[in-house]
């Protein structure tokens, strides 16, 4: 038998964000449905190292080109925040794409792109959903690889005319506006405060804090939040009283309680199951109701589904093979 091995610069050059976000928003409706099978991020952590380890695994009955077939897999992927200071990348994965029908292993997958894009296309997704349809100005907190994906696929989707950005400094800020814009539209605003990036129709935190960047008295009615750093137990971007306030949504409670946004204020009874709202999936299949008001604030924690690296991934194998792409492994 043969494993196909697919690079980054392999899968970067089939995978975009827009290619992305159909998948993902398939994956969420998969999810919605029941048909997905997923059990939740296992996590090793690496405590004195300042990092962990994750292995998702999942099955997809309809993934890949069309969604005419199941596919499965498991990803393995490390989230060190001060990689960055040693060359490295903060984040690092490769996915093993499977055959449900014989177990078989298709192909092997880099996957620091593949999760980037699948990231920022949920982002998207959700955005989609419970953000107000005439949003026009994205503020950034947090300004690094997950940052640009998270704004690309909301240009997608919204007609953007300002992204305001804050980093850990004004400096970081000034270099990733000046970066992502290149004299196009739309105009990209360095912040010195994330007050200032947090005054914007759709908000969007990407940092690995454990202490909240994000006060609630900053984010004004209508807004909707896409929460992405926390991603493992003890992370929390936001106060708790800003998601006390909203209608709060995740990508899959079993795995947002122990390592969401929502973690920390349920450990710490801040915050009570009964106020979060539910899957998204559940708003894209009509279980529940998204946003209700121009009004409302809502809030989407993202944790990271494997269901979402089976899609993409199962989609880039695919194409990888009709264009002869990737090296073929006895």
């Not at 077939?69 to 990803?75: M, Q």
């Not at 539910?278 to 269901?307: H, M, Q, Y």
Request: proline share 6%.
């Amino acid at each position: 038998m043969e494993l196909l091995w697919l690079s980054e610069k392999d899968v970067a050059s089939l995978l975009t964000v827009e290619d992305a976000l159909p998948l993902v928003e398939s994956a969420f409706v998969s999810i919605g449905k029941g048909e997905a099978r997923m059990p939740p991020k296992v996590y090793l952590d690496f405590s004195e190292f300042n990092g962990d380890l994750r292995a998702m695994p999942a099955y997809l009955p309809k993934a890949g080109v069309g969604g005419k077939r199941p596919f499965a897999g498991v990803k393995v992927v490390n989230s060190h925040p001060g990689n960055p200071e040693k060359g490295l990348p903060t984040v690092a994965a490769v996915m093993i794409l499977n055959d449900p029908e014989t177990g078989m292993p298709l192909a092997l997958i880099s996957a620091g792109h593949l999760t980037d894009m699948r990231t920022g296309a949920a982002g998207g997704v959700a955005a989609k959903h419970l953000a107000r349809q005439e949003s026009a100005v994205v503020g950034l907190v947090g300004c690094g690889r997950q940052a640009a994906t998270q704004w690309r696929a909301l240009r997608d989707l919204f007609e953007i005319r300002e992204v305001r950005v804050a980093g850990r400094t004004f400096q970081e800020a000034e270099t990733f506006c000046r970066q992502e814009a290149r004299g196009q539209k739309p105009v990209f605003m360095p912040c010195r405060s994330v007050k200032d990036a947090c005054r914007a129709d759709i908000v969007v935190t990407t940092t690995p804090s454990h202490e909240p960047v994000v006060k609630a008295e900053w984010i004004r009615p209508g807004t909707h939040v896409n929460a992405i750093g926390a991603d493992a137990p003890g992370k929390q971007e936001l106060e708790t009283a800003l998601l006390l306030k909203s209608r709060v949504f995740v990508d899959l409670a079993e795995q947002a309680f122990h390592a969401g946004e929502v973690n920390v204020p349920l450990t710490r009874g801040e915050l009570k199951p009964e106020n979060i709202t539910g899957n998204l999936g559940d708003v894209l299949v009509g279980r529940k109701k998204g946003r209700r008001s121009a009004e409302e604030i809502t809030v989407f924690d993202s944790t990271g589904l494997a269901a979402q690296d089976v899609a993409v991934g199962a989609w880039v194998y695919q194409k990888a093979v009709e264009k002869k792409i990737g090296v073929k492994l006895t």
